[in-house]
């Protein structure tokens, strides 16, 4: 079992960055696949980023290719998602989940953990 906790969300001016963290319990987050979801109110939860058990592969979303980066420390169990000039259709709440398989997916139902999410909210 896989816990996921979040933090780093918060209010930001259309333009600003924000860094988000999620940091994982258990001694097996080295060889899972990660990923970055994010749900605006009254829409489906969509894919955002994704990065392989050894980082060696990323993958995004085309709405955030170029502003976002995702990135992992496998020594500190913590993944993060960079986020540079935020735009208001950036807000909503953003979830990390990990994938047992290793490699890095967009496919939201492959995801077998999820944490409680962070709130992103860009104002214009």
């Known amino acids: 079992q896989v816990q996921l906790v979040e933090s780093g969300g918060g209010l930001v001016q259309a333009g600003g960055s924000l860094r988000l963290s999620c940091v994982a319990s258990g001694r097996t987050f080295s060889s899972y696949a990660m990923g970055w979801f994010r749900q605006a109110p009254g829409k489906e939860r969509e894919f955002v980023a994704a990065?392989?058990?050894?980082?060696?592969?990323?993958y995004y979303a085309d709405s955030v290719k170029g502003r976002f980066t995702i990135s992992r420390d496998n020594a500190k169990n913590t993944l993060y998602l960079q986020m540079n000039s935020l735009k208001p259709e950036d807000t909503a709440v953003y979830y990390c989940?990990?994938?047992?398989?290793?490699?890095?997916?967009?496919?939201?139902?492959?995801?077998?953990?999820w944490g409680q999410g962070t709130q992103v909210t860009v104002s214009s």
């Open positions: 989940a990990a994938d047992r398989r290793g490699f890095a997916t967009m496919t939201l139902s492959l995801y077998d953990y």
């Open positions: 990065i392989s058990w050894s980082g060696g592969s990323t």
